[in-house]
Protein backbone atom coordinates (compact mmCIF):
# COMPACT_ATOMS: atom_id res chain seq x y z
CA UNK A 1 0.00 0.00 0.00
CA UNK A 2 1.38 3.30 -0.71
CA UNK A 3 3.10 5.36 1.65
CA UNK A 4 0.80 8.52 1.24
CA UNK A 5 -2.53 6.46 1.93
CA UNK A 6 -1.27 5.18 4.76
CA UNK A 7 -0.64 8.64 6.03
CA UNK A 8 -3.82 9.67 4.92
CA UNK A 9 -5.65 6.60 7.07
CA UNK A 10 -3.18 7.51 9.71
CA UNK A 11 -4.34 11.56 9.87
CA UNK A 12 -7.79 10.56 10.28
CA UNK A 13 -7.10 8.83 13.67
CA UNK A 14 -4.77 11.45 15.25
CA UNK A 15 -6.63 14.85 16.05
CA UNK A 16 -4.77 17.43 14.10
CA UNK A 17 -7.41 18.68 12.35
CA UNK A 18 -8.23 20.53 15.16
CA UNK A 19 -5.64 23.13 14.41
CA UNK A 20 -6.69 23.87 10.81
CA UNK A 21 -10.58 23.92 11.74
CA UNK A 22 -12.32 27.71 11.25
CA UNK A 23 -14.89 27.03 14.19
CA UNK A 24 -15.83 30.61 13.42
CA UNK A 25 -17.35 29.20 10.23
CA UNK A 26 -19.43 26.04 11.36
CA UNK A 27 -23.06 26.16 11.18
CA UNK A 28 -23.50 26.38 15.27
CA UNK A 29 -21.14 29.36 15.39
CA UNK A 30 -23.16 30.92 12.42
CA UNK A 31 -26.62 30.82 14.00
CA UNK A 32 -27.80 28.60 12.04
CA UNK A 33 -30.81 26.14 12.47
CA UNK A 34 -29.15 22.88 14.03
CA UNK A 35 -30.33 19.78 12.02
CA UNK A 36 -32.96 17.92 13.54
CA UNK A 37 -32.40 15.65 16.18
CA UNK A 38 -34.16 12.56 14.37
CA UNK A 39 -35.13 12.16 10.71
CA UNK A 40 -38.44 12.63 9.95
CA UNK A 41 -41.47 10.03 9.80
CA UNK A 42 -43.31 9.53 6.66
CA UNK A 43 -46.34 10.12 7.87
CA UNK A 44 -48.30 7.00 5.36
CA UNK A 45 -45.87 4.50 7.05
CA UNK A 46 -46.88 2.35 9.43
CA UNK A 47 -45.76 2.99 13.49
CA UNK A 48 -45.52 -0.06 16.06
CA UNK A 49 -45.36 1.03 19.75
CA UNK A 50 -42.67 -0.54 21.59
CA UNK A 51 -43.03 -0.92 25.17
CA UNK A 52 -40.37 1.05 27.47
CA UNK A 53 -36.69 -0.50 26.60
CA UNK A 54 -35.52 0.75 29.93
CA UNK A 55 -37.78 -0.96 32.10
CA UNK A 56 -37.81 -4.04 29.68
CA UNK A 57 -33.82 -4.18 30.19
CA UNK A 58 -34.38 -4.08 34.01
CA UNK A 59 -36.70 -6.80 34.36
CA UNK A 60 -34.96 -8.60 31.67
CA UNK A 61 -31.45 -8.93 32.65
CA UNK A 62 -30.02 -11.73 34.31
CA UNK A 63 -26.28 -10.84 34.58
CA UNK A 64 -24.93 -7.78 36.89
CA UNK A 65 -22.83 -5.56 34.59
CA UNK A 66 -19.46 -6.81 36.14
CA UNK A 67 -20.30 -10.44 34.76
CA UNK A 68 -21.57 -8.78 31.59
CA UNK A 69 -18.05 -7.13 30.87
CA UNK A 70 -16.16 -10.00 31.79
CA UNK A 71 -17.83 -12.59 29.22
CA UNK A 72 -19.24 -10.17 26.50
CA UNK A 73 -17.83 -11.89 23.24
CA UNK A 74 -19.31 -11.99 19.64
CA UNK A 75 -21.36 -14.37 18.60
CA UNK A 76 -21.84 -15.50 15.15
CA UNK A 77 -24.50 -18.99 15.64
CA UNK A 78 -27.98 -17.97 16.82
CA UNK A 79 -31.01 -20.44 18.02
CA UNK A 80 -33.90 -19.96 15.70
CA UNK A 81 -35.74 -18.84 18.79
CA UNK A 82 -37.94 -15.49 18.36
CA UNK A 83 -37.08 -12.25 20.12
CA UNK A 84 -40.03 -10.82 21.88
CA UNK A 85 -40.76 -7.03 21.78
CA UNK A 86 -39.36 -6.25 24.49
CA UNK A 87 -35.84 -7.69 24.19
CA UNK A 88 -35.67 -5.59 20.83
CA UNK A 89 -37.05 -2.39 22.85
CA UNK A 90 -34.48 -3.29 25.21
CA UNK A 91 -31.52 -3.69 22.96
CA UNK A 92 -32.35 -0.06 20.95
CA UNK A 93 -32.61 1.41 24.68
CA UNK A 94 -29.93 0.38 25.43
CA UNK A 95 -27.84 1.49 22.05
CA UNK A 96 -29.51 4.27 21.50
CA UNK A 97 -32.19 5.66 23.95
CA UNK A 98 -33.36 8.53 25.00
CA UNK A 99 -33.05 9.96 28.44
CA UNK A 100 -33.94 13.33 28.40
CA UNK A 101 -34.33 16.26 25.69
CA UNK A 102 -32.66 19.30 26.88
CA UNK A 103 -33.86 21.30 23.93
CA UNK A 104 -35.13 21.63 20.46
CA UNK A 105 -31.16 20.81 19.58
CA UNK A 106 -29.58 18.42 22.38
CA UNK A 107 -31.03 15.12 23.74
CA UNK A 108 -28.95 13.00 25.98
CA UNK A 109 -28.95 9.30 25.13
CA UNK A 110 -28.16 6.14 26.65
CA UNK A 111 -24.56 6.76 25.12
CA UNK A 112 -21.64 9.16 24.88
CA UNK A 113 -21.71 11.20 21.87
CA UNK A 114 -19.16 14.41 20.85
CA UNK A 115 -21.53 17.19 22.35
CA UNK A 116 -24.62 15.53 22.43
CA UNK A 117 -25.13 15.28 18.55
CA UNK A 118 -25.76 11.57 18.01
CA UNK A 119 -25.35 11.53 14.43
CA UNK A 120 -27.02 8.25 13.92
CA UNK A 121 -30.26 6.20 12.71
CA UNK A 122 -30.71 2.62 13.68
CA UNK A 123 -32.21 0.69 11.06
CA UNK A 124 -32.87 -2.91 11.50
CA UNK A 125 -33.67 -5.67 9.33
CA UNK A 126 -35.82 -8.14 11.24
CA UNK A 127 -36.13 -11.93 10.76
CA UNK A 128 -37.49 -12.99 14.06
CA UNK A 129 -39.69 -10.75 16.38
CA UNK A 130 -42.55 -11.29 17.81
CA UNK A 131 -45.97 -9.95 16.29
CA UNK A 132 -43.28 -8.24 14.08
CA UNK A 133 -43.27 -8.45 9.94
CA UNK A 134 -40.16 -9.45 8.48
CA UNK A 135 -37.99 -6.50 6.50
CA UNK A 136 -36.98 -2.96 7.23
CA UNK A 137 -37.95 -1.02 10.12
CA UNK A 138 -36.05 2.32 11.73
CA UNK A 139 -35.91 2.89 15.46
CA UNK A 140 -37.45 6.42 16.52
CA UNK A 141 -35.80 7.37 20.33
CA UNK A 142 -38.03 10.48 20.64
CA UNK A 143 -41.38 8.31 20.61
CA UNK A 144 -40.30 4.73 21.40
CA UNK A 145 -41.76 3.25 18.41
CA UNK A 146 -40.44 1.40 15.40
CA UNK A 147 -41.23 2.72 11.49
CA UNK A 148 -41.89 -0.03 9.04
CA UNK A 149 -40.08 1.05 6.13
CA UNK A 150 -40.77 -2.31 3.73
CA UNK A 151 -42.08 -5.79 4.01
CA UNK A 152 -39.49 -8.55 2.75
CA UNK A 153 -39.46 -12.37 3.66
CA UNK A 154 -35.78 -12.67 2.63
CA UNK A 155 -34.39 -10.04 4.41
CA UNK A 156 -31.32 -11.77 5.94
CA UNK A 157 -30.30 -12.81 2.64
CA UNK A 158 -29.98 -9.62 1.70
CA UNK A 159 -28.17 -8.02 4.40
CA UNK A 160 -26.04 -10.98 4.46
CA UNK A 161 -25.10 -10.20 0.98
CA UNK A 162 -24.82 -6.41 1.40
CA UNK A 163 -22.24 -7.48 4.23
CA UNK A 164 -19.80 -8.99 1.68
CA UNK A 165 -21.59 -12.28 1.99
CA UNK A 166 -20.62 -12.91 5.48
CA UNK A 167 -23.35 -16.10 5.47
CA UNK A 168 -24.04 -16.62 8.95
CA UNK A 169 -25.64 -12.79 9.41
CA UNK A 170 -28.35 -14.49 7.44
CA UNK A 171 -29.34 -16.21 10.38
CA UNK A 172 -29.68 -13.73 12.74
CA UNK A 173 -33.03 -12.83 14.50
CA UNK A 174 -32.05 -8.93 14.17
CA UNK A 175 -29.57 -7.13 11.94
CA UNK A 176 -28.58 -3.94 13.30
CA UNK A 177 -27.88 -1.13 10.63
CA UNK A 178 -26.08 1.70 11.52
CA UNK A 179 -26.19 5.04 9.47
CA UNK A 180 -25.13 8.14 10.45
CA UNK A 181 -26.49 11.84 9.19
CA UNK A 182 -22.67 13.38 9.22
CA UNK A 183 -24.50 17.14 9.19
CA UNK A 184 -25.76 16.68 13.23
CA UNK A 185 -21.60 16.82 13.87
CA UNK A 186 -20.79 18.94 10.91
CA UNK A 187 -22.88 21.25 12.31
CA UNK A 188 -20.93 22.24 15.21
CA UNK A 189 -17.22 20.85 14.64
CA UNK A 190 -16.71 21.55 10.93
CA UNK A 191 -14.22 19.24 9.40
CA UNK A 192 -13.12 17.75 13.07
CA UNK A 193 -16.72 15.89 13.04
CA UNK A 194 -15.92 12.82 11.30
CA UNK A 195 -13.39 11.48 13.66
CA UNK A 196 -15.94 11.89 16.58
CA UNK A 197 -18.76 10.15 14.43
CA UNK A 198 -16.60 6.94 13.79
CA UNK A 199 -15.56 6.87 17.91
CA UNK A 200 -19.18 7.67 19.01
CA UNK A 201 -20.43 4.40 16.32
CA UNK A 202 -18.15 2.28 19.10
CA UNK A 203 -20.17 3.77 22.04
CA UNK A 204 -23.15 2.64 20.34
CA UNK A 205 -22.37 -0.62 19.45
CA UNK A 206 -20.62 -1.28 22.91
CA UNK A 207 -24.20 -0.94 24.42
CA UNK A 208 -25.74 -3.46 22.64
CA UNK A 209 -23.09 -6.05 23.36
CA UNK A 210 -23.86 -5.36 27.22
CA UNK A 211 -27.34 -5.73 27.13
CA UNK A 212 -27.18 -8.44 24.73
CA UNK A 213 -24.69 -10.09 27.15
CA UNK A 214 -27.51 -9.40 30.25
CA UNK A 215 -30.50 -11.12 28.37
CA UNK A 216 -28.76 -14.01 27.07
CA UNK A 217 -28.49 -12.37 23.64
CA UNK A 218 -25.94 -12.99 21.18
CA UNK A 219 -24.25 -9.84 19.46
CA UNK A 220 -21.83 -9.44 16.89
CA UNK A 221 -20.24 -6.35 15.50
CA UNK A 222 -19.92 -5.87 11.77
CA UNK A 223 -17.45 -3.51 10.03
CA UNK A 224 -17.29 -4.99 6.88
CA UNK A 225 -19.85 -4.34 4.43
CA UNK A 226 -20.38 -3.16 0.98
CA UNK A 227 -21.22 0.39 1.37
CA UNK A 228 -23.60 0.96 -1.67
CA UNK A 229 -25.25 -2.07 -1.51
CA UNK A 230 -26.26 -1.23 2.86
CA UNK A 231 -27.13 2.13 1.30
CA UNK A 232 -29.47 0.59 -0.92
CA UNK A 233 -30.94 -1.75 1.00
CA UNK A 234 -31.45 0.31 4.00
CA UNK A 235 -32.96 3.05 1.35
CA UNK A 236 -30.62 5.86 1.99
CA UNK A 237 -28.82 7.90 -0.38
CA UNK A 238 -25.50 7.64 0.62
CA UNK A 239 -24.53 11.40 0.74
CA UNK A 240 -26.31 13.15 3.40
CA UNK A 241 -27.37 9.73 4.81
CA UNK A 242 -24.97 6.21 4.76
CA UNK A 243 -24.23 3.09 6.79
CA UNK A 244 -21.61 3.51 9.31
CA UNK A 245 -21.71 0.24 11.06
CA UNK A 246 -23.97 -2.87 11.64
CA UNK A 247 -23.97 -6.06 14.47
CA UNK A 248 -26.09 -9.31 14.10
CA UNK A 249 -27.86 -10.23 17.28
CA UNK A 250 -30.03 -13.75 17.89
CA UNK A 251 -30.47 -15.88 20.96
CA UNK A 252 -27.47 -17.76 21.81
CA UNK A 253 -27.44 -21.90 21.16
CA UNK A 254 -28.05 -24.20 24.14
Request: proline share 4%; hydrophobic share 45%.
Amino acid sequence: MASMEIDKGRFFLKDSIRQFVQFASTGQAQHLPAPPLEKSCPADLPLVHLPSGKEALQCLAVQPLGECIANRESIRTYSQESFTLAELSALLWAAQGLRQQVSHSTALRTVPSAGARHAFETYLAVDRVDSLQKGIYRYLPFSGQLVFLRPDEDIQTFAATACLHQGWMSKAAVNFFWATIPARMEWRYGLAAHKTIALDAGHVCQNLYLAGQAMGIGVCAVAAYHQEQCDMLLGLDGEEEFTIYAAATGKKQV
